[in-house]
């Protein structure tokens, strides 16, 4: 009686947790799934009683004696565990959509296209390349110049003219000769101002530097101006990519949170599990210190997936350049199906090699080079000027004797000047501007090689993590089956504590795995469409 007791003690465990599992997952009139009957086939199956002896055999050996069993021991020893929260993981879209605020990629993006110190710099460059553009272009028009002044002038010493100019010859005889002049022989004298008031109008056009010089330049300035907005262009995409990736690293640490949260549950309850056992005598300390070493390194694990979602929320911040609180509910879900490439490798490498902004920004950057290199190269030509004037003035300019009163006057005229300094100049610009757009064609090239090697590698990436990704998938479900499976095996006394924990740890490798390869997948996805000048 004592062995068919300790055999009916030993047999029914499993088939009571079968039973159980059973009655969990169905519903009425329902079936148990073919997962749990094939696990509660494997429980029955690796007990089995000996006919001759009438002894139990398992995979590990029964005691020689029944144990004296507690009935609320044994009771809380195969109480019917609490669920874990395995939901929270598979669909962590339920547990990041909690927080204190809501945000979707696309307002981080939003935001950063408007906040980033980078894209607020390029935005100011581009202003300034269109405003000296616009300065330069002025050159082009005929130089309108005014001016006025006013001069004290010294006091003019004159010698009085006398007033019969045919005695001249002999006054000056008689001056010679120490004669002095009769009083009324020099009495003929000119008015003389000792004040000048004047102003000029002038109008004047460098013919040749307005041919030869200005109009390059101005042609150099547009493409530069031209360039600059798309380099702006450039700051807003790159700053979109940062804004996808800064929200995806977050959502990927507070998932790694959620993964940490439900490891460190899952060893709590297996460790309450087992103190249960203990405590109805089934179970050695052995197993408890296991579990025990396995939860401090749960706690260490949640404690660093904490730190990295704090620093991966100071760089969200940054970038929305904004402060956020504590926790950022996301409205992203992690069951999204993994993005598919809908052209081949050749069209995607033709519409990047069409759309990148920073070949735009290369190729108007050589033309604004080499237009800089024909402005220097004409820096020795001779300048030729019209120039044309007015001026009023007090005493008048032309009149004679001079008038104590505002006169004008006009001239027109052509002024030729030319430097071998100027010269020896030009040749060292045109040397630099030669260089210059030298090194711009040679970035153009690199770029158009660089973007046709990134669209290639955007396109393995995708390819390769949304492969991952299914196989990431299958191997959770595989996991959890796995360590549900493990679980029923360790509370019937199937296998020793280790197995299950070996069991936990591929599944809390294969969450970490699948979320993982669902924000790899994502940012892939980003990435390739900013490769091929998509709108992020």
Not at 185 to 200: I, K, M, T
Not at 294 to 313: I, Y
Not at 428 to 449: I, P
Not at 476 to 505: C, K
Request: charged share 25%.
């Amino acid at each position: 009686m004592q062995t068919q007791a300790c055999d009916y003690l030993v047999v029914s465990q499993p088939i009571a947790l079968a039973v159980e599992a059973n009655d969990r997952v169905k519903g009425p009139g329902g079936r148990m799934s073919a997962r749990l009957f094939r696990l509660s086939a494997a429980l029955v199956a690796v007990i089995h009683v000996a006919p001759a002896s009438g002894r139990v055999h398992a995979q590990r050996s029964a005691p020689a004696q029944a144990p004296r069993v507690d009935a609320n021991a044994a009771a809380a020893a195969h109480e019917k565990p609490a669920e874990p929260d395995n939901r929270s993981v598979l669909q962590l879209g339920e547990r990041l959509a909690r927080g204190d605020i809501t945000l979707s990629v696309q307002d981080v993006v939003s935001s950063a296209v408007r906040t980033l110190p980078e894209v607020r710099a390029a935005e100011s460059r581009r202003a300034a390349a269109a405003a000296g553009a616009s300065a330069a272009s002025i050159d082009l028009y005929p130089r309108v110049g005014l001016s006025a002044s006013y001069r004290r002038l010294s006091t003019v010493e004159s010698t009085p003219f006398p007033r019969n100019p045919l005695l001249v010859e002999e006054q000056v005889a008689r001056q010679a000769a120490g004669v002095p002049p009769p009083p009324d022989a020099f009495d003929l004298r000119f008015p003389q101002s000792d004040h000048h008031y004047g102003s000029r109008a002038e109008l004047s056009y460098p013919l040749t530097a307005a041919i030869f010089r200005t109009l390059p330049s101005v042609a150099a300035l547009d493409e530069l101006s031209a360039a600059e907005r798309w380099n702006y262009e450039v700051a807003r995409r790159d700053a979109a990519l940062r804004g996808h990736r800064a929200y995806y690293e977050y959502l990927r640490a507070r998932a790694q949170v959620a993964i940490a949260e439900a490891t460190l549950q899952d060893a709590r309850r297996r460790r309450a599990e087992i103190e249960a056992q203990i405590a109805a005598g089934v179970l050695g300390r052995a197993p408890l210190l296991t579990v025990e070493s396995q939860l401090g390194r749960a706690s260490m694990d949640l404690e660093s997936s904490r730190a990295r979602v704090e620093s991966a929320r100071a760089e969200l911040a940054y970038v929305m350049g904004r402060t956020l609180p504590p926790t950022i509910a996301t409205t992203e879900t992690l069951a999204r199906p993994a993005a598919k490439i809908d052209q081949n490798s050749a069209a995607l490498v033709a519409q990047g090699l069409r759309q990148r902004p920073e070949l735009h920004y290369l190729r108007h950057l050589v033309g604004s080079r080499e237009q800089e290199d024909r402005a220097a190269a004409a820096g020795g030509i001779p300048s030729l000027s019209l120039v044309a004037g007015a001026d009023l003035e007090r005493p008048s300019p032309r009149s004679f004797p001079q008038e104590d009163r505002f006169g004008t006057a006009w001239d027109v005229g052509v002024l030729l000047e030319w430097s071998p300094n100027d010269l020896i100049a030009a040749g060292h610009r045109g040397d630099q501007t030669q260089a210059q757009a030298t090194l711009a064609r040679v970035d153009l090239e690199r770029m158009s090689k660089e973007i046709r090697l990134e669209i290639t590698r955007a396109i393995t990436d995708l390819q390769a993590f949304s492969k991952m990704l299914s196989a990431a998938q299958q191997n959770l479900t595989v996991s959890e089956d796995n360590y549900e499976t493990h679980m029923l095996l360790f509370r019937a006394g199937q296998i020793p504590s280790r197995d299950v924990q070996d069991a936990e740890n591929e599944l809390r490798l294969a969450r970490l795995d699948m979320i993982n390869a669902a924000i790899d997948v994502r940012l892939a996805d980003a990435h390739l469409r900013y490769a091929v000048g998509d709108t992020l």
